[in-house]
Structures are given as C-alpha cells and as structure tokens.
C-alpha cells in the first residue's frame, strides 16, 4: 500500500486500495490511498492497515 498525491496515481500502476478490500488505520483521501499487486498474485491481503506507534497515526 502507498500514499500518493491523486493526481500521480495514474502513472504508478497502482489500484485504489479500496477496490482491493484495503483501508488505511487512518484519515486519508480514499484517491490517496493505492495498492501495488504483484502479476499473476491470486490472491491480495485484504483488510484495515495498523502502523506500529512510531509512524504517529
């Protein structure tokens, strides 16, 4: 998962994190928030990203 600004996403082959079942643990634009997956993974994690403390979100 990545952070981007929404107008950069569509250069990075990136997909909403969200159609992939992906949320941030925190406040951030659903356009900000992207997942890279792998060729040819059949399967994606899915579920709510935690950040150990140290990140401050």
Request: proline share 14%; charged share 15%.
């Amino acid at each position: 998962m990545v952070l981007v600004h929404p107008e950069y996403c569509h250069r990075s082959g990136s997909w909403p994190a969200s159609r992939l079942g992906i949320r941030p643990g925190h406040d951030a634009p659903g356009k900000a928030v992207k997942a890279l997956v792998p060729d040819g993974s059949p399967v994606f994690p899915q579920g709510t990203i935690i950040y150990p403390e140290a990140f401050g979100v």
